[in-house]
T-cell receptor, first 115, second 113 residues
Framework: GENVEQHPSTLSVQEGDSAVIKCTYS??????FPWYKQELGKRPQLIIDIRSNVGEKKDQRIAVTLNKTAKHFSLHITETQPEDSAVYFCAASKSRSSNTGKLIFGQGTTLQVKP | EAQVTQNPRYLITVTGKKLTVTCSQNMNHEYMSWYRQDPGLGLRQIYY???????DKGDVPEGYKVSRKEKRNFPLILESPSPNQTSLYFCASSPLTGNYGYTFGSGTRLTVV
């Protein structure tokens, strides 16, 4: 069935370093790839997303890249800050008009940024 | 303010006592869904709804019911809660077209003893 694998499960970096989280999806029909950040005790919040017709998208210190051939997408955070510490989830979905519209989530990556 | 409102935020109940977790959104979204979040298991979909009176099972529907009588509301019902339903629950909504990223509610931490 549909599956999204996310790595690593935990990631610890020094403040100012870069962090990269990688996801692989199984359904080649997936065309929408959001990333969510969940701070401790709070709801997941959308931080960036990318569609399959785009290879890369950037928003200040965060960027997402997509390799459709390899069915990989990655989140890149540059110049990390302690407030970036959170759990990050990737997800994949097909077009809502063609299926249930369900987002398939990865297992999450706990990012710790050490001051 | 555009939001998804869940109530209650915290709930402790006993095995077998029926309960309802409410979810309401003010964004006129067609799509609504319930997820449970457990350590090491990520976010798993319980039920979803594409529109009023249209609901379907997600990945872990056993022990849960939902209804969608109005577009804005999507309550989660546990007819006979059991301890394995102790979890953190999130309601989410999104449009069916355009930017269909989810907006999540604040979450409900349920403990069944």
């Amino acid at each position: 069935g549909e599956n999204v694998e996310q790595h690593p499960s935990t990631l610890s970096v020094q403040e100012g370093d870069s962090a990269v989280i990688k996801c692989t999806y199984s359904d080649s029909a997936s065309n929408y790839f959001p990333w969510y950040k969940q701070e401790l005790g709070k709801r997941p919040q959308l931080i960036i997303d990318i569609r399959s017709n785009v290879g890369e998208k950037k928003d200040q210190r965060i960027a997402v890249t997509l390799n459709k051939t390899a069915k990989h997408f990655s989140l890149h955070i540059t110049e990390t800050q302690p407030e970036d510490s959170a759990v990050y989830f990737c997800a994949a979905s097909k077009s809502r008009s063609s299926n249930t519209g369900k987002l398939i989530f990865g297992q999450g990556t706990t990012l710790q940024v050490k001051p | 303010e555009a939001q998804v409102t869940q109530n209650p935020r915290y709930l402790i109940t006993v095995t077998g006592k029926k309960l309802t977790v409410t979810c309401s959104q003010n964004m006129n979204h067609e799509y609504m869904s319930w997820y449970r979040q457990d350590p090491g298991l990520g976010l798993r979909q319980i039920y979803y709804s594409m529109n009023v009176e249209v609901t379907d099972k997600g990945d872990v529907p056993e022990g849960y019911k939902v209804s969608r009588k109005e577009k804005r509301n999507f309550p989660l019902i546990l007819e006979s809660p059991s301890p394995n339903q102790t979890s953190l629950y999130f309601c989410a909504s999104s449009p069916l077209t355009g930017n269909y990223g989810y907006t999540f509610g604040s979450g409900t931490r349920l403990t069944v003893v």
